[in-house]
């Protein structure tokens, strides 16, 4: 993905003083080794550098987009950094058409603020890095390795035919040393992925909540989830390539598929799901990771009779144990972890777990719930760091 390198050297100089032919540059940085980008045609806001669409890369200069001509600035309708954007026109994880930042080699925490959009992801370095970021004006951050010099970035496409917008763009680095600390990459579906805003969505996956009941200064967690996933998607769609390219021994993958597989529309037999996620366990595992399986929790609906709340006949979950009993890999039966919890609580208190008129989909509040089972059964097992 690199291209046209600049000394990384004369970054500071180019924003102290400006790059030829593009006017007075505001100073990117807050400090040492902090840049903060405000992309699109408006006011730029105070402390930002502002980029517009047509900002070729300049090694003086050390930023800028490698084909502005597949760029264009765009309104958006949030405020401060977030009232203008930039269009990103071509789509593709490995698609050329990158802003490009020169940076020393190190780690850095890179958080993006999107501008108006239904549903985008974030790419750099030829892997996603965010899936889907749901909403208008829509924030995350994640962590980078940067190893050779230069950070390549992208906004590309989370839906077919949603456009796919940048805001704001701040980078910081965290260590000079380009090692990510240690992560839970969490893959799954839209009872798993992340909703927007983060922390106040009404509808939530419980991998959006893990970091709640986790230490996250033992831990970052990177959730790879997206709704409507299969397990034929997340190894062939990019999700699976991003976790592979960056897992390191002392990481976890957690992996729960199954509820969409079921579908008959996707033509997956349980024997071709079993194979997809044999095949991802073993490519994870060949890292140096550690895989934990996870069965997916049952419908809100679920009760018998009695009042007991019993799902194990749903979403493949006899192929997922057997693969756990197979691979020798961690489990977390969530479908009955979920189901002891939802019985003692009762129908009505579980039914308020999950979205208005959904009985698959939890809210917050369910998200919070179930990821606090998570947690609290990796404890019970002693994975390392839990």
């Keep these: ?177 380009p090692a990510t600390n240690r992560t839970v990459y969490i893959g799954g579906d839209s009872t798993v992925c992340n909703y927007y805003p983060l922390d106040s969505s009404v509808q939530a996956g419980w991998g959006q909540l893990l970091s709640k009941f986790v230490n996250t200064n033992t831990f970052q967690i990177r959730n790879m989830a997206s709704g409507g996933q299969i397990a034929r998607g997340f190894h062939q769609d990019g999700q699976l390539e991003a976790i592979v390219q960056y897992i390191k021994p002392g990481d976890y993958f957690i992996l729960q598929l199954g509820i969409n597989d079921t579908n008959p529309k996707h033509n997956e037999s349980e024997a071709e799901f079993k194979d997809w996620m044999r095949d991802m366990i073993r490519q994870v595992k060949a890292k140096g990771a550690t895989v934990i399986l996870s069965t997916p929790q049952g419908r809100a609906t679920d009760f018998n009779a009695n009042n007991v709340h019993n799902a194990e006949n749903r979403w493949y979950r006899s192929a997922i144990l057997a693969l756990a009993q197979e691979e020798q890999t961690p489990l977390v039966d969530l479908n009955v972890l979920s189901s002891a919890y939802f019985t003692s609580i009762g129908k009505d208190a579980t039914l308020a777990l999950y979205m208005n008129g959904d009985t698959l989909h939890p809210n917050y509040e369910g998200a919070r719930e179930l990821a606090r089972l998570v947690a609290q059964d990796l404890k019970r097992q002693g994975l390392s760091g839990f």
């Design 1 to 177: 993905m690199k291209w046209k390198k600049g000394l990384t050297g004369m970054l500071l100089a180019a924003f102290l003083c400006g790059a030829p032919g593009v006017g007075i540059v505001t100073p990117a940085h807050a400090s040492a080794g902090e840049y903060k980008f405000d992309f699109g045609g408006g006011t730029v806001e105070t402390g930002y550098t502002g980029v517009s669409a047509s900002l070729s890369y300049d090694s003086a200069r050390g930023y800028g987009f490698r084909t502005p001509e597949n760029m264009r600035n765009v309104s958006a309708s949030g405020t401060g950094v977030a009232s203008d954007a930039v269009r990103f026109l071509a789509t593709g994880t490995k698609s050329e058409n990158t802003f490009d930042v020169d940076l020393p080699p190190g780690l850095y925490e890179v958080s993006v603020t999107l501008g108006d959009t239904s549903r985008s992801s974030i790419a750099a370095e030829g892997v996603y890095q965010v899936i889907n970021m749901t909403g208008n004006g829509a924030k995350d951050r994640f962590q980078i390795p940067v190893t050779d010099g230069q950070l390549n970035l992208l906004v590309t496409e989370g839906k077919e035919g949603a456009v796919f917008t940048l805001s704001a763009l701040e980078i910081r680095q965290l260590s000079s040393n």
